[in-house]
């Protein structure tokens, strides 16, 4: 009797240990808007102040020669949660719509649901829409495909740049808020929503979107995150030399002064301008912070992979340029950071090595393939980019893979090798960078006789075809 008594309840509790045993661990996938590589961990400006970053990339590995697919969000964002370069989706610029031009693509949400997973976004993932098909939830409600919460703003603006024309971006202005964070909302809203639900047990794994749209411009902040920042201790970018046009070829020459930064030193902004991009990165990394010490105290720490990336950098002066939009290393180079915790992963099971770093050229193309097995899912066979399992698994891996920049134009993009950057412009155009004497790109070496076998070597590496630019909105 006693005998069966004991298999009735083992049969009673084997659905649940199975289940225990087939449930993966959840995925927490975090994004930054327009952060270069101005954070503690990567060195690109001394004056940053990034702890929470930091901590997460040394909690992992830190990849520091990752690149993002399009210089632009759209284009970006679109080619990381479809897994599609864009020299093959067709979808170069931000004024496209992704699903006029994909419109049967499966993004990565999408893709982890139909695997048994449940997907939760809030915050800007995508160019300012949520794609409600691809979420079980959102924060904003997906059905508004608005993905900003509100956010406190100046009343009267601009505050600190008058605009110069209908050219002009209308947010690209900075200022310091008399306010709470909480008041302020925005990213301090998307941070509670996420450390919400970090902080409940779920009946299925999650993958959990986290878009913090700061440092995107406008930069207003609350004003302690200027502190730290005195103007009179604002120094110009480390990488702006103010002749760095002179070796250009003509393609180049006409990507690099822009009538933004021509504005900008015109009306002695541009110190007040790096501060307020200091202070909003320093914003965007303490609502990091909150989600990272939801997770940290919480019911899912050991069983959460997480990954942070920016979809593209930001150039605040150098080349004579302001904003995005070209092939050079400010623009291309992105945090990325990955952190997979001991027996989760079928595929690592011994998880990420703690401080770790790579520096071999990745691109963001790999975070669908990489994920997808690492979450122990089927991958999605079309993926651009190849999986980063071996660089998890030792970062000085062999890796014979380059990463691809793509530009508006088909056929202008950026190269990056292991110390070696190769630009080339669809008219013909080249630049060629030796990064590891040159890390700001500073001496053009395409027309050098003795660099024509680098260069050769970097033009066979490169794309072929591209998708011709797919129609607009």
Known sequence: MLFIQCL??????????????????????????????????????????????????????????????????????????????????????????????????????????????????????????????????????????????????????????P??????????DWAALDATDEEFGGDWLVSEWVGDQLGKKHDQPLFLACGIYRPHEPWFVPARYFEPFPLESIKLPPGYK????????????????????????????????????????????????????????????????????????????????WQKFTAWRAVTRVPLMIRVPPSVSPVLPGGTSIGSVCDQPVNLLSLYPTLAGLAGIPGKPDNSGPDLLPLLKDPESAWDFVSITHLAT?????????GWRYIHYAGGDEELYDIAKDPFEWVNLAGKTEHKDKLTELRRMAPTEFAPLESKR
């Open 163 to 172: 605009r110069a024309g209908e050219w002009q971006y209308v947010e690209t």
């Open 242 to 321: 103010e002749d760095d046009l002179d070796d250009l070829p003509p393609a180049g020459k006409k990507a690099g002064p822009n009538r933004y930064f021509e504005h900008i030193r015109k009306l002695g902004q541009w110190r007040k301008a790096i501060q307020g991009y200091l202070a909003s990165i320093h914003f965007a990394d303490a609502m990091l912070g909150r989600v990272l010490d939801s997770l940290e105290k919480g019911p899912n720490k050991d069983n959460t992979i997480v990954v942070l990336w920016s979809d593209h950098g930001w150039q605040l002066g150098e080349k004579q340029h």
């Open 410 to 418: 088909p056929g202008s993009y950026g190269l990056s090798a292991r």
């Open 8 to 161: 009735v309840l083992l049969h009673a509790l084997l659905p649940d240990a199975v289940a225990a045993e087939q449930k993966g661990p959840n995925v927490l996938f975090i994004a930054m808007d327009d952060l270069n590589d101005w954070i503690g961990c990567m060195g690109g400006n001394a004056q940053s102040i990034t702890p929470n970053l930091d901590r997460l990339a040394a909690s992992g590995t830190l990849f520091t020669n990752a690149h993002c697919p399009g210089a632009a969000c759209n284009p970006s964002r679109t080619a990381v949660m479809s897994g599609l370069s864009p020299h093959v989706s067709g979808l170069y610029e931000n004024s496209q719509n992704m699903r006029e031009v994909l419109p049967d693509a499966e993004l990565m949400p999408s893709h982890f649901r139909s695997h048994g997973y449940k997907a939760l976004g809030a915050g800007k993932i995508l160019h300012y829409v949520i794609d409600a098909r691809s979420w079980d939830e959102y924060f904003p409600a997906k059905e508004s495909e608005m993905p900003l919460p509100r956010t406190l703003y100046p009343e009267k603006r601009p505050v600190s740049l």
